[in-house]
């Protein structure tokens, strides 16, 4: 088991500047895990200082890169915006490999009032495909994440439905794309996370470990203290042969001990998982 994390918790600092990226690469070393994701809005300037001062500490600390977490919004009414996140997009996955990430964390974009179901599925699925080339040729792998509300979004996703979700997906099944699956964000419907992941989980590339207070409530708490299913979600995977990453969405807000104990409840409950 591989572990990173994505540090929600830490997000206001980290896109204010009232702390650095650096200083997270640090903090993701003491905490003891093997890599650190990272947000695009980490890096609101994308100079060479900046790059060679975050590989340095990647390499100082001796932590790997495991995803860059990007917000796509390949539903967006305008062409000419569709177009521009297309352009970002492919920013995003030169500014991965750069980190040395494995993988680029991608969603279809918001629910933006008046898309059309039929149209915001085709529009996400071009995106996607055009995507996909530039990621091969820098050796990422693009992780579409069953998602809920982007940091930078006005509206919910326009794929948190789960049958849209798979909509997409399959439309995509003859490509690299893979799957980001969270263990809690279907809990927002009401829907079954179980479910999704019996029909995701041989496109899963990375495990985001997440947790909500209660079904239909977005309100996140320490993993391992709320409603998603991540001890089961974790003998589905082990049965299914998965030792690839899992990453640590940590979004409780309660300082250092959120971080170190969803890290010892996600390390025990894997360990605990029923394996093949």
Request: glycine share 6%; with cysteine; charged share 25%.
């Amino acid at each position: 088991m591989k572990l990173s994390c994505l540090p929600v918790s830490l997000y206001d600092d980290l896109f204010t500047g009232k702390s650095d990226v650096t200083d997270w690469i640090q903090f993701g070393a003491e905490l003891g895990l093997d890599a650190v994701d990272f947000s695009i809005k980490f890096f609101p300037e994308r100079d060479t200082a900046t790059l060679d001062r975050t590989i340095a500490a990647l390499e100082k600390f001796s932590v790997q890169t495991c995803m860059l977490a990007c917000y796509s919004d390949f539903t967006h009414p305008d062409p000419t915006q569709r177009q521009q996140e297309l352009v970002n997009l492919k920013a995003d996955i030169a500014l991965a490999k750069t980190l040395g990430a494995k993988f680029v964390r991608v969603t279809a974009g918001q629910n933006h009032p008046g898309i059309e179901r039929t149209t915001g599925v085709r529009w996400v699925v071009d995106g996607f495909h055009r995507a996909l080339d530039e990621a091969e040729s820098h050796g990422i792998t693009l992780a579409y994440e069953n998602h809920t509300k982007g940091a930078p979004w006005d509206y919910w996703d326009f794929s948190q439905p789960t049958e849209i979700f798979l909509e997409i997906l399959n439309a995509l099944s003859d490509t690299p794309l893979g799957v980001c699956f969270d263990t809690a964000n279907p809990l927002v419907l009401g829907e079954d996370v179980l479910t999704l992941l019996d029909k995701v989980i041989e496109r899963v590339v990375v495990l985001h470990v997440f947790d909500m207070r209660e079904v239909g409530k977005f309100e996140a708490v320490r993993v391992g203290t709320g409603a998603a299913p991540i001890s089961e979600v974790f003998s589905r995977m082990r049965q299914a042969g998965y030792d690839g990453w899992l990453s640590i969405e940590e979004a409780s807000r309660l300082g250092k001990e959120g971080f170190t104990e969803s890290i010892v409840f996600v390390r025990e409950a894997w360990q605990q998982a029923l394996s093949v």
